[in-house]
C-alpha cells in the first residue's frame, strides 16, 4: 500500500524554523528515493530535498544551509527541519517517493521522477 501523509506546517515568521513529517507506509518507506518538493502558488512543483536508502542526502540550492532532510527507520517517517525560514518559502510542501530510476540521477529535483505523493501540507513564512 503506498501511503505518504504531512504533517506540521503552519505559519510563522521570518526566521523561524518548522519541522515537517511525512508518515510513510512501510512499503512506500522501503523505496529508494524519499524527497521533499513545495509549490508556491502559479509556480511550479520543486524538488527541495532527497534522501536515498543509503542515507545519501541531495539539497536544492535555495535551501542548502537551511534545510535538513532526514528518515526514523523506527517510525518509517521522513522529516524536513526548515530554519532560517523566509517569505519565498512560503508554499504547499510535498513528500514523495520513488523505487528509482530518474530520481538516482540528476533529475532527482523533477516531479515526473517520483510515483507516489503525500496529499500536502501548507506552510507560510511572514515578513
Known amino acids: 500500500l503506498v501511503q505518504l501523509v504531512e504533517s506540521g506546517g503552519g505559519s510563522v515568521q521570518a526566521g523561524g524554523s518548522l519541522r515537517l513529517s511525512c508518515a510513510a507506509s512501510?512499503?512506500?518507506?522501503?523505496?529508494?528515493?524519499m524527497g521533499w518538493f513545495r509549490q508556491a502558488p502559479g509556480k511550479e512543483r520543486e524538488g527541495i530535498a532527497v534522501?536515498?536508502?543509503?542515507?545519501?542526502?541531495i539539497y536544492a540550492d535555495p535551501v542548502k544551509g537551511r534545510f535538513t532532510i532526514s528518515k526514523d527507520n523506527a517510525k518509517l517517517t521522513l522529516y524536513l527541519q526548515m530554519n532560517s525560514l523566509q517569505p519565498e518559502d512560503t508554499a504547499m510542501y510535498y513528500c514523495?517517493?520513488?523505487?528509482?530510476?530518474?530520481?538516482?540521477?540528476?533529475?532527482?529535483?523533477?516531479?515526473?521522477?517520483?510515483?507516489?505523493w503525500g496529499q500536502g501540507t501548507q506552510v507560510t513564512v511572514s515578513s
Open positions: 514523495a517517493a520513488d523505487p528509482g530510476g530518474s530520481c538516482l540521477s540528476d533529475r532527482w529535483a523533477s516531479a515526473y521522477s517520483y510515483t507516489d
Open positions: 512501510l512499503y512506500t518507506y522501503r523505496r529508494n528515493c
Open positions: 534522501i536515498y536508502s543509503d542515507g545519501t542526502t
